[in-house]
């Protein structure tokens, strides 16, 4: 996903502006000299860091006021909220500065969401908005300053090295690093870019590598998205408490469509939700619930249902008082939109699968993944049912020695005992150089008979870990067909013959 930032010049001043007759000049001053000022201000020819004395003396009618660092925060909280209603995962980098991860194909386009965005500020009252969008958080706001008031400056797709390459070495935040490379003859961030790597983490440091990341176009870290504002939970209190649970789940039935009514006014959806009940104005039981998709109301009440069944709460003296619905994962409804081609899964399985989740505990229902490997057994990965978590392994990369498409169709729990043989009788095995020492001819799989082999293919050997004596493993494996049509993936370790897996 590309960057989205959001840039209103002179914050500081925003708030002074406000208690001030329109045209008034102002600046705002920090440790005595301008640290923002006005447009009225920056007519008169007053600029950031002036000193006091210089810059009234440019603007006599000047009102100088004291940078309080809490009150910007507090008015740039009305413009993170504003942002969120339009898209989640706003990351506020200083008042006056934020980022998004933009998902832009809700708007139509990159710069049709920044317009969205523009208006929607505009509308609170910021006129001065600036916006950028590129590959990197660092690229769009150089394009954010590089913008017009109320536009939006859009970096083409892989073009972030070349649009900061020409840009001043002032725009680094480091008057240090600055002045030092200025002195070496680079000022622009292009020429600073073309020093090797290494020879810049030697000569200025981790603070200077992480510039030098910066100047050629990468992001030393991904946009981190803020917290939930907690007016995003819903609450249901019960008077007088109610001691059944399914009076309960009937009664939170509106509050469960408010709560994800409110969640896609803000255009997004909740994955995992975490549900608390009071009993005595105590929370009596509390447990984060997942889903596959996303939660809807009739879901929400199934889950109050089962988790006040499962605990056994309710019955005389033990009424309930509230019921909770907490947000802990949301998404955009753009990364839930419907496939293009096929709908999802029946809501009807996920709602019965999510009901055995709830009897056998969260952990006894489970769903498996593929990842990265070189055996069938190691390329599954499985996590309990409505976990959202990425595999441990990569599917892309290097995996030498890896079984060729297709996949077999059953993977066994544990490997069976098998036996391959050659025309003499003869155990087949697989020497040093990876060749086998003769043709198979028969294989047998456990208590199955004996039967011809139709075709064979391999060996494929793995060492594996050989740097951990404790685990190493070397191992050939091989593809056979008996004349019966059985398909087999077989492997031999230490002269003993194994079947892993069986295709159909």
């Known amino acids: 996903m590309r960057t989205l930032v959001v840039w209103c010049p002179d914050?500081?001043?925003?708030?002074?502006?406000?208690?001030?007759?329109?045209?008034?000049?102002?600046?705002?001053?920090?440790?005595?000299t301008v640290l923002a000022c006005s447009p009225g201000a920056r007519a008169d020819g007053v600029r950031r860091g002036m000193r006091r004395r210089d810059a009234q003396s440019r603007s006599p009618e000047l009102v100088v006021a004291e940078h309080r660092p809490e009150a910007d925060a507090r008015a740039f909280e009305e413009v993170l909220v504003a942002v969120e209603e339009l898209t989640a995962g706003v990351s506020p980098l200083r008042p006056g500065l934020c980022?998004?991860?933009?998902?832009?194909?809700?708007?139509?386009?990159?710069?049709?969401?920044?317009?969205v965005v523009a208006e929607r500020l505009v509308a609170l009252g910021v006129w001065d908005v600036r916006l950028g969008v590129a590959d990197t958080l660092f690229a769009a706001e150089q394009a954010a300053r590089r913008a017009a008031a109320q536009d939006c400056l859009v970096v083409p797709e892989g073009q972030a090295r070349a649009f900061v390459a020409d840009l001043p070495?002032?725009?680094?935040?480091?008057?240090?690093?600055?002045?030092?490379?200025?002195?070496?003859?680079?000022?622009?961030?292009?020429?600073?870019?073309?020093?090797?790597?290494?020879?810049?983490?030697?000569?200025?440091?981790s603070q200077g590598a992480v510039l030098h990341r910066l100047a050629q176009g990468l992001d030393p870290a991904p946009v981190s998205?803020?917290?939930?504002?907690?007016?995003?939970?819903?609450?249901?209190?019960?008077?007088?408490?109610?001691?059944?649970?399914?009076?309960?789940?009937?009664?939170?039935?509106?509050?469960?469509?408010?709560?994800?009514?409110?969640?896609?006014?803000?255009?997004?959806?909740?994955?995992?939700?975490?549900?608390?009940?009071?009993?005595?104005?105590?929370?009596?039981?509390?447990?984060?619930?997942?889903?596959?998709?996303?939660?809807?109301?009739?879901?929400?009440?199934?889950?109050?249902?089962?988790?006040?069944?499962?605990?056994?709460?309710?019955?005389?003296?033990r009424g309930i008082d509230a019921v909770r619905f907490v947000p802990e994962t949301t998404e955009t409804v753009a990364d839930h939109a419907d496939p293009l081609f096929g709908p999802r899964p029946d809501e009807r399985v996920e709602r019965a699968v999510a009901r055995v989740q709830s009897m056998v505990g969260h952990e006894g229902v489970v769903q498996v993944r593929v990842q990265g490997g070189r055996s069938p057994a190691d390329r599954r990965a499985a996590s309990p049912w409505g976990e959202q978590t990425d595999p441990q392994r990569a599917r892309q990369g290097p995996w030498p020695a890896s079984i060729p498409a297709?996949?077999?169709?059953?993977?066994?729990p544990v490997p069976r005992a098998a036996r391959v043989v050659g025309a003499s009788g003869q155990v087949v095995g697989v020497d040093?150089?990876?060749?086998?020492?003769?043709?198979?001819?028969?294989?047998?799989?456990?208590?199955?008979?004996?039967?011809?082999?139709?075709?064979?293919?391999?060996?494929?050997?793995?060492?594996?870990?050989?740097?951990?004596?404790?685990?190493?493993?070397?191992?050939?494996?091989?593809?056979?067909?008996?004349?019966?049509?059985?398909?087999?993936l077989m492997l031999v370790e230490n002269g003993q013959w194994w079947t892993e897996a069986r295709y159909d």
């Open 406 to 412: 297709p996949a077999p169709a059953v993977v066994f």
């Open 225 to 317: 998205r803020r917290d939930l504002p907690p007016e995003l939970e819903r609450q249901v209190v019960f008077e007088p408490a109610l001691e059944s649970s399914e009076t309960v789940a009937f009664s939170v039935r509106a509050a469960a469509d408010a709560f994800v009514a409110r969640l896609a006014d803000r255009g997004v959806v909740c994955t995992a939700v975490r549900i608390e009940a009071d009993v005595d104005q105590v929370v009596a039981s509390s447990r984060t619930w997942r889903h596959p998709r996303w939660f809807g109301g009739a879901d929400l009440v199934d889950r109050v249902r089962w988790q006040l069944e499962g605990a056994a709460l309710g019955g005389p003296g």
């Open 11 to 32: 914050w500081p001043v925003m708030a002074e502006l406000a208690e001030q007759p329109e045209g008034t000049p102002v600046a705002v001053l920090s440790a005595g």
């Open 169 to 205: 070495i002032d725009v680094l935040e480091d008057a240090e690093l600055v002045s030092l490379l200025r002195r070496l003859g680079l000022t622009t961030l292009g020429a600073f870019a073309s020093l090797p790597a290494s020879d810049v983490l030697t000569r200025f440091g």
């Open 99 to 115: 980022a998004i991860r933009l998902s832009s194909r809700f708007y139509g386009g990159e710069a049709e969401a920044a317009a």
């Open 432 to 488: 040093g150089r990876g060749a086998v020492t003769c043709e198979p001819t028969r294989v047998r799989v456990e208590e199955e008979g004996w039967q011809p082999v139709a075709s064979w293919a391999g060996p494929w050997p793995v060492d594996e870990r050989w740097w951990d004596e404790a685990s190493a493993r070397r191992v050939a494996r091989f593809q056979v067909v008996g004349v019966n049509g059985t398909a087999w």
